[in-house]
């Protein structure tokens, strides 16, 4: 089945009539197979304007969502890319075309595996996976230019802000357990500066330092 013109009508209705404005962003989200990601069941709902069940009580982010984080990092193609929680592993590919190099940790066993699989199919060699605790970060891998936290936590986990670089970005939902606030943080000068990005509602972030 071609997908293109649902791919169209997504970036269209989702992306640029909502104020996602980042070229790149909005190339790569009008490309790339987002149908690849889900289960061949829900193929069809791909493009839709709302999150997708993919098993183990985890989900892939509606695509608005996806691209407003995704352009709120502001990568510009040189940067090496944390990303907590793989999942379905889209947002992931999202990053690998964006930046160089992507490091993405993964609790499941499963969902991990299966989001190497398509990596594989689709032809990406700059994506790293770990199985683990996503609230560690990845500290020998460390610092990062960016980091983009898939999950929603009470608090900022204090390794993402040790493991970020100077002049680095980290973009996390923060909250409780029904609503969280999308934040931003950026490293200036060795201080950290925070600002609200938006309101969100994100599975848990599970680990040491989330939940």
């Not at 490309?31 to 839709?48: C, K, M, N, T, W």
């Not at 608005?64 to 984080?69: D, E, L, N, S, T």
């Not at 964006?98 to 499963?110: G, P």
């Amino acid at each position: 089945m071609d997908y293109s013109i649902a791919r169209k009508k997504m970036v269209q209705e989702q992306l640029l009539a909502r104020g996602i404005t980042d070229p790149r962003v909005i190339e790569v989200m009008g490309r790339i197979p987002r149908h690849e990601f889900v289960d061949e069941g829900l193929a069809s709902q791909a493009y839709l304007d709302h999150p997708l069940n993919i098993g183990l009580k985890q989900t892939i982010s509606q695509p608005y969502m996806v691209g407003f984080m995704t352009e709120s990092l502001q990568l510009k193609g040189h940067e090496r890319v944390l990303e907590i929680g793989t999942g379905s592993g889209y947002q992931t590919v999202l990053l690998a075309e964006l930046c160089r190099q992507v490091y993405s940790i993964e609790r499941i066993t499963t969902l991990s595996n299966r989001a190497r699989r398509i990596f594989y199919k689709l032809g990406y060699s700059n994506i790293i996976l770990r199985i683990g605790d996503g609230t560690l970060g990845w500290p020998e891998e460390a610092p990062f230019d960016a980091i983009l936290v898939t999950a929603g936590s009470p608090q900022i986990p204090r390794p993402y802000m040790d493991q970020l670089s100077e002049g680095g970005t980290l973009v996390i939902p923060r909250g409780n357990e029904a609503s969280q606030d999308l934040v931003r943080i950026r490293k200036k000068n060795g201080k950290f500066q925070e600002e609200i990005l938006s309101e969100c509602r994100f599975v848990k972030l599970y680990g040491e330092h989330g939940w």
